[in-house]
């Protein structure tokens, strides 16, 4: 669809529309911008129906190119939804990221004190560059010997990405990138960020590894927030080593970049499930020091998306999943290392698309169009609400995580742990049935 043209959405008076607003007597009509996991499921869901072309469209799983050229000209119906909201690159963009957390970092600790302040601990020291290079200089000389990583600012997939010792790296790097403006052909020099490597990553077997994490916000204001229980952990393929900082195969764990590494073994792969990985650093640290480190994640997810909570254009007819990269450090200490908008759907073997099959259906299951479920609901599926104005507090019955000492005022908050999403959802429906009839 050109730029300019109005999007005609659902045609009021067809099908019935009960109080929320949403369809009720006819299928749900989708469109998708992609060719994998998320066709899938929508194709193989009872009652849904693809629409060709320019149609009219009830839900619509677009990339963020269409939406950036349309959001600003189209007209939405009730109870239209579309992925992405219109400035998601406010937190999906690595300078702006960490521009708006500093920010809310600043006025908390204005306002509520230093202590306060240290619960944005969770992001490694980053400047933009080149705006703030002479600032990175300073920071630079006071730390001698530290290893700095630089990565462009809007690019994904490990893709430009380099680690440094010496000043004298990036001063070279810098004749060469920002050059442009005695190089008529070239646009305006690309935005980096220049960040702290975290130089003691956990190690498993040897190996780095950061764990993707999965986040649902259907609304910013207020704010609510589901995170999903499964995800996975991404290894580097290459034993960790800070004597080769040039070696991408063991400094990023993308599996992008790890895919190429020439000792890859694409069977084997360098996923571990989210689960796999909790029940592992049970065993080692124990329950509590896990519980602790996973509450950590809670905390950066809150924290992130709190810091553009206000500048996020928050429309009712938005959502969007994000896929957190967070890494653990060797004392369980997690970092939040960057936040997509639009994390791989596309499944790297038979495990990875259950988890991202079962991930899809149950976002639907969330939102919800065919109205089966009553709105008040804190677990659908694998989806547990994490936040909604405030934190969401688990219920007695929905303790898998804590055999020691439940009460009732933990967090309903389960990354990691045990993900029976197919039973939970036959258990909710007929609840959610019984409900609404009485
Ligand atoms: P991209 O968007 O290109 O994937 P990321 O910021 O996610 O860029 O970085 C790619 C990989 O590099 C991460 O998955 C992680 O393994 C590694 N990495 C990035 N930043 C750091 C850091 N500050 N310390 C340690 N490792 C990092």
Known sequence: MSKGTKVPGYMQGKGSRNPRGIIGDREIRYKCSLQN??????????????????????????????????????????????????????????????????????????????????????????????????????????????IWIMKPAARAQGRGIFLFRRLKDITDWKKGEYQPLSDPNREVPETYVVQRYIENPYLIGGRKFDVRVYVLVVSYNPLKVWLYRSGFARFSNTRFSLDSIEDTYVHLTNVAVQKNAPDYDPDKGCKWSTQQLRKYLAAKHGVEAVKKAFKGIDNIIIKSLQSVQKIIINDKHCFEMYGYDVLFDSDLKPWLIEINASPSLTASGKEDYDLKFGLLNDLLNVLDLENRLTGKEKRIGGWDLLWEDGPILADDGNMECTPNGTTASIPNSFLGCHNDRKRQLRELYTAAQSIKKS
């Open 37 to 146: 996991t998320i066709l899938d499921v929508l194709r193989g869901r009872p009652g849904w129906q693809e629409v060709p072309g320019d149609g009219d469209w009830d839900f619509y799983w677009c990339d963020r190119e269409w939406l950036a050229q349309n959001y600003d000209t189209m007209f939405l119906y009730e109870h239209q939804k579309i992925l992405h909201f219109r400035n998601h690159y406010e937190l999906t963009r690595k300078n702006l990221m960490v521009k708006n957390l500093k920010r809310l970092k600043k006025q908390t600790e204005r306002e509520q004190g230093k202590a306060e302040g240290l619960s944005f601990e969770f992001f490694p020291t980053t400047y933009e560059l080149p705006s703030e290079y002479h600032i990175f200089v300073e920071e630079f000389k006071k730390n001698p010997g530290i």
